[in-house]
């Protein structure tokens, strides 16, 4: 009877190991918004797709010329590979307005400065 149950208990522990082999790994959720400062790797921090922003995060411009100063700014760029290399810059764009960007599934990696969040567009 004690080789029964130990033969039970084994398959049972068999059964609930290999469940949890076969189970998808866990994925943490993806942002949305997306903070305005960072880079954010795309599938694993944020789904690819058109996002948009109200502008700059500055609470004050400063302007020579009448051209804002790169602080005063929001600046985004894109990436073909995921950690956000200079060399592999597909798009980017910079404002004190409102912008889009458009995150594809060839986009690797995304990145934010002095931005308010975005936030994805149905």
Known sequence: MA????LRASAASVAIM?????APP?????LDPIPGNGVFVV???????LYHTSGTA?????????VPTQDSMCAWF??????ANK????????????????INT???AFESQNCEPWTRVP
């Open 18 to 22: 290999t469940a949890i082999a076969l």
């Open 3 to 6: 080789s029964k149950l130990a």
């Open 87 to 102: 060399d592999h810059v597909v798009q980017t764009n910079m404002s004190v307005g409102p912008m889009f960007a458009n």
């Open 78 to 83: 894109t990436y073909s590979t995921p950690d």
């Open 106 to 108: 060839t986009i690797k």
């Open 58 to 66: 500055s609470t004050f411009g400063v302007w020579i010329n009448n």
């Open 43 to 49: 599938g694993r921090d944020i789904a690819p797709g």
């Open 26 to 30: 866990a994925v943490a959720d993806q």
